[in-house]
């Protein structure tokens, strides 16, 4: 998808005057930060002789500098100086530009604007999601690389089925219970609207513990807790983003926001959220093994109907996107889902 804002990296790493490599829908981008602080994003190969401009450094006047021959740019993209000329070349490096991709630093996160083929001067058509507490701060996150294109891992980490077969285990058995949870659309996606829920890990926030679930394009995930702990409300947010590095890499990234004073649960997240996440990221790798053979693969109600409708809101911003017109939610209405899990 195209058009959208997908998570680089941690704000952590990436330092003061710091170049950072991602590679972003199979493109090279190279995450900077000047010596103001400021993040910026470039195309992550010097237009001389295709040197990855992260593997150089940041000059005192912001700019980048290429580790082969010298030559800087702006976080702009505009080329500044080319140290080889002496004067009376036909060249001006002021007409020699990398291109530069929108960037946003907030939630201590950085976000990249990945534009459509023919939009990429285009100022972008939204803004990056927000984590919904004051001062969010990350307190725990976790990053693993699914080997398998984006579909299979949103639609994996949004199975509502799952949970038992994927993540049983002897110390961790769940009793199958009939679920109904009512869903409503949103923007640009789909919630599952505020619940008590039924795992007993979420005891930890409280007896009133309550939680909601939302999605919305091209891959973002929010879980947004809310409970009672020694007599204070608080709020725990957890943001799931899938980042599709190339056509069949994506990275998964889960970080969780809590009030600082809630550090106790920590090491709880420390023990599980790699393990849990793990089982997810081997079920798509070992899916792959049957996806060889490229098979019909089926999709029923009502579990899979977050499925469906991923599919059918990616149709919808597609169209969107090749014909110029505004983005329509295919989802109407609100509904209730049944399933046992």
Known sequence: MRDCWYMACLSSKVGKAGLRRELMLGEPVMIGRGRDGKVFALRDICPHRGVPLSAGRVMPDNSVEC??????????????????????EQIESAKIKVRAYPVCE???LIWVYMPAQGRETAPPKNEPPRVQVPNAVPRWHEA????????????????????????????WRVKL???????APLPTGFVMTRHKPSKPMYGLLGADVAT???????SIRFENITGTVMGRKIAVVGLTTCTPRDENTTEVTQVFYWPAWLGFIKPFFMALGPTFLGDDRRMVELQKEGLKFNPNLMLIQDSDVPAMW???????????????????????GERTLKWRS
């Open 67 to 88: 580790p082969y021959h010298g030559w800087r740019f702006r976080s702009d993209g505009q080329c500044s100086l080319i140290p080889s000329l002496v004067g009376g």
């Open 106 to 108: 907030q939630d201590g």
């Open 144 to 171: 693993q690389l699914f080997q398998c294109a984006i579909d299979h891992a949103v639609i994996g980490l949004m199975d509502p089925a799952h949970a038992p077969y994927v993540h049983g285990r002897w110390w």
């Open 177 to 183: 219970k009939d679920k109904a949870k009512n869903y």
């Open 212 to 218: 909601e679930i939302s999605f919305e394009l091209p």
């Open 310 to 332: 991923y599919h059918r809101l990616k149709k919808a911003w597609a169209e969107s996107t090749r014909t110029g017109t505004p983005f329509e939610n295919p989802i109407k």
